[in-house]
């Protein structure tokens, strides 16, 4: 296993990596709206949350020289399932075809005060 770290992602909350690259995968940890460089929450809707959301997910994904691109699998954790079609919206223009396998689970409660969390898996296998 090799951890993967980026100061374009927000720090860990905990006793975890942001990304662990095992074989030819890459595991991203839960991300959340959070400005890797303030710590703040970023966005007052769903909408502008997922946006940075997505960006710390890409931005750990770069630091193993992956992308969005690259995401076989997305687990989304969101606070609220009326925010699911706005949050898919965002979602769409952030990943390609084929789209990823992907899990949607509302929860009653994140580490911190955000409206969605998403962790991936991805391949980190070079196209042949």
Same mark, same amino acid.
């Given at each position: +296993?090799?951890?993967?770290?980026?100061?374009?992602?927000?720090?860990?909350? *905990?006793?975890?990596?942001? *990304?662990?690259?095992? *074989?030819?995968?890459?595991?991203?940890?839960?991300?959340?709206?959070?400005?890797?460089?303030?710590?703040?929450?970023? *966005?007052?809707?769903?909408?502008?949350?997922?946006?940075?959301?997505?960006?710390?997910?890409?931005? &750990?994904?770069?630091?193993?020289?992956?992308?969005?691109?690259? %995401? &076989?699998?997305?687990?989304?954790?969101?606070?609220? +399932?009326?925010?699911?079609?706005?949050?898919?919206? &965002?979602?769409?223009?952030?990943?390609?075809?084929?789209?990823?396998?992907?899990?949607?689970?509302?929860?009653?409660?994140?580490?911190?005060?955000?409206? &969605?969390?998403?962790? %991936?898996?991805?391949?980190?296998?070079?196209?042949?």
């Amino acid at each position: +296993m090799e951890e993967i770290s980026t100061d374009a992602a927000p720090p860990s909350i *905990g006793p975890f990596s942001q *990304g662990i690259r095992d *074989g030819n995968r890459i595991y991203v940890s839960g991300q959340g709206p959070v400005d890797p460089e303030s710590g703040e929450i970023v *966005g007052d809707t769903i909408e502008e949350q997922t946006e940075r959301t997505l960006a710390n997910v890409d931005a &750990v994904l770069r630091a193993a020289d992956r992308s969005l691109d690259d %995401v &076989v699998k997305a687990t989304v954790f969101v606070q609220d +399932m009326d925010d699911y079609d706005a949050i898919n919206d &965002v979602y769409a223009d952030h990943v390609s075809t084929p789209y990823p396998a992907r899990s949607a689970v509302e929860v009653a409660d994140l580490p911190i005060d955000i409206g &969605v969390e998403i962790e %991936v898996v991805a391949s980190a296998r070079e196209e042949e």
